[in-house]
């Protein structure tokens, strides 16, 4: 019996929450009304926008009630209110899971307060009527399960009004990948111009040196052997200055040690070349069928990324790299013990790497409190 009044009680508690959100959903219908009565007149246009993003709070904690209760989310599905004013009110009055949490609004006017009513009113006949039926016939309550009900049918309704509309999560998508396309194209632009600029600094000028020390071999070749020879070796040296600048070129776009030694070879390569003591794990990066080469080309220029900021702007002495391989991602994890503080807007190459994972459809982690740790955290997708 005990257990049967707490149950009921439980639920009576959610629906008395439920009248208290009816109440405020008056207050939030005359906000709405006063939200568009003052775009009309243009010179509140601002106060819509944030009238309808205090209603989707006051829709997520319906949903986080009905997840507690029920034991299942309900996924929310909304265009950002951010940007310019224009932009704020174009979503706040297209978007259609705006007008399915008003309808939502209006309903929990009408059945959050009647469903609170009735149990309030069920109350004292239930513990009597289930108090006289346990202690005639010993049999378990037969009327305080009711609460169970009524809460059970405030969820429901409750879900049913705040499921995202059709095509919802689509539309999320696209505008993700579209996000998500910009910075892969600005990436693209960037490594672009890296590339260049590598090749016009570094081995097209080796290359005109060359050309000149050549042609001045030629001319001397005759009068001068001894001079000439000397040109033909300043020419061999700017010839393999020249090839080091294209291997360094040739690096950048695509390391050759990953098609030699792998991901977790050519990582710890890395790690022995970046001045730091790092301890790398790769939990079963190198058994069975190796990640697509751009996935892998990824991961190796997230670590170098990271180790290279550690060594330059932390002041760590340490560091360790986590390469691990999950059924469907692969991950990767960096950690330096240096001063922490990482800005991503302080031109650090965080933002390139950012890109970088976006258009592999990855998710990028940085934590960097003052004073250390700092942690860059990638998830890649990856179909071993």
């Known amino acids: 019996m005990d257990a049967a009044v707490g149950r009921a009680w439980r639920a009576t508690r959610h629906l008395l929450v439920g009248a208290a959100l009816s109440i405020a959903c008056y207050v939030m219908l005359g906000l709405i009304l006063l939200g568009l009565?003052?775009?009309?007149?243009?010179?509140?246009?601002?106060?819509l926008p944030e009238t309808v993003q205090t209603v989707r709070r006051f829709a997520s904690f319906e949903r986080r009630r009905v997840a507690a209760r029920a034991g299942e989310g309900v996924p929310e599905a909304y265009l950002p209110l951010t940007g310019p004013l224009a932009e704020r009110l174009r979503h706040a009055t297209t978007d259609p899971a705006t007008y399915r949490d008003l309808r939502w609004v209006l309903a929990q006017l009408l059945y959050g307060l009647i469903l609170s009513y009735l149990a309030l009113i069920l109350w004292v006949p239930a513990v009597l009527v289930d108090g006289i039926w346990c202690g005639v016939l010993g049999r378990r309550p037969v009327v305080l399960p009711v609460f169970d009900v009524l809460a059970d049918l405030s969820c429901s309704w409750s879900r049913a009004l705040l499921q995202p509309?059709?095509?919802?999560?689509?539309?999320?998508?696209?505008?993700q990948l579209t996000a998500t396309r910009a910075g892969a194209v600005a990436a693209h632009g960037a490594e672009l111009r890296r590339i260049e600029r590598d090749l016009h600094d570094g081995a097209q000028a080796r290359l005109v040196a060359l050309?000149?020390?050549?042609?001045?071999?030629?001319?001397?070749?005759?009068?001068?052997?001894?001079?000439?020879?000397?040109l033909l070796d300043d020419a061999q040296d700017q010839a393999e200055q020249a090839l080091a600048e294209l291997r360094h070129v040739v690096?950048?776009?695509?390391?050759?040690?990953?098609?030699?030694?792998?991901?977790?070879?050519?990582?710890?390569?890395?790690?022995?070349?970046?001045?730091?003591?790092?301890?790398?794990s790769a939990d079963g990066v190198a058994d069975g069928p190796r990640a697509p080469a751009a996935v892998e080309a990824a991961a190796y220029f997230v670590v170098a990324?990271?180790?290279?900021?550690?060594?330059?702007?932390?002041?760590?002495?340490?560091?360790?790299?986590?390469?691990?391989?999950?059924?469907?991602?692969?991950?990767?994890?960096?950690?330096?013990?240096g001063c922490g503080g990482a800005d991503e807007s302080a031109g650090s190459g965080l933002l390139g790497v950012r890109r970088r994972v976006a258009a592999l459809d990855g998710r990028?982690?940085?934590?960097?409190?003052v004073g250390g740790p700092t942690e860059i955290e990638v998830e890649l997708p990856c179909a071993w």
């Open 37 to 47: 009565a003052a775009t009309l007149l243009v010179v509140g246009a601002g106060l």
């Open 251 to 280: 690096r950048g776009i695509h390391p050759p040690v990953l098609t030699d030694r792998g991901l977790d070879g050519a990582v710890r390569a890395l790690a022995a070349s970046s001045g730091l003591s790092v301890d790398v």
């Open 364 to 369: 990028v982690s940085l934590t960097s409190p």
């Open 305 to 337: 990324e990271a180790l290279t900021n550690a060594a330059k702007h932390s002041g760590a002495t340490r560091a360790e790299v986590e390469l691990a391989r999950t059924p469907m991602k692969l991950r990767v994890l960096v950690r330096d013990h």
């Open 211 to 230: 050309s000149m020390r050549i042609g001045l071999a030629k001319r001397a070749y005759e009068r001068d052997p001894e001079a000439a020879r000397k």
């Open 165 to 175: 509309p059709p095509g919802a999560d689509l539309v999320q998508r696209v505008e």
